[in-house]
């Protein structure tokens, strides 16, 4: 029995990590672009090229992310981003993540991995793109 539910969930679960990551993502790029919720603190304004960079990076592959489209690209790229983020922003004021502010990326980094093998799941454009398999 618990193997049913865990066929029938487990799809629908991946979607929802899929695209509640992907919208928490997408706000890493408002707060670059749009200083919304608010502006990212001690970023300095006109943003730097490599926030520039990095937020088109988040905002591109947030939006795929969100609707399931070229998910395991889209995650990979996202990704190998963050974990550059942590080596260049993070990883220099310490070895410690909770002490570097570090933890946020390190997560997004490997929920992007996972994404990046295990695709967008249910309700994925991915999903209606690809025929079923039996």
Same mark, same amino acid.
């Given at each position: &029995?618990?193997?049913?539910?865990?066929?029938?969930?487990?799809?629908?679960?991946?979607?929802?990590? @899929?695209?509640?990551?992907? %919208?928490?993502?997408?706000?890493?790029?408002?707060?670059?672009?749009?200083?919304? !919720?608010?502006?990212? =603190?001690?970023?300095?304004?006109?943003?730097?090229?490599?926030?520039?960079?990095?937020?088109?990076?988040?905002?591109?592959?947030?939006?795929? &992310?969100?609707?399931?489209?070229?998910?395991?690209?889209?995650? #990979?790229?996202?990704?190998?981003?963050?974990?550059?983020?942590? #080596? &260049?922003?993070?990883?220099?004021?310490? #070895?410690? !993540?909770? %002490?570097?502010?570090?933890? =946020?990326?390190?997560?997004?980094?490997?929920?992007?991995?996972?994404?990046?093998?295990?695709?967008?799941?249910?309700?994925?454009?991915?999903?209606? @793109?690809?025929?079923? &398999?039996?």
């Amino acid at each position: &029995m618990l193997d049913t539910v865990n066929v029938k969930w487990t799809p629908r679960v991946l979607a929802i990590l @899929r695209i509640m990551t992907a %919208l928490l993502f997408l706000e890493h790029a408002t707060m670059k672009f749009l200083q919304f !919720p608010a502006a990212i =603190p001690g970023v300095p304004y006109p943003l730097p090229a490599i926030m520039l960079v990095a937020g088109t990076i988040e905002v591109i592959t947030a939006l795929l &992310m969100l609707v399931g489209f070229y998910t395991r690209l889209a995650a #990979f790229i996202a990704s190998g981003e963050m974990a550059a983020a942590y #080596f &260049m922003a993070h990883a220099p004021q310490g #070895f410690w !993540p909770a %002490l570097n502010f570090g933890e =946020p990326a390190i997560l997004f980094c490997f929920i992007f991995l996972y994404l990046a093998l295990a695709g967008g799941g249910a309700w994925a454009i991915d999903s209606a @793109r690809r025929p079923a &398999m039996t």
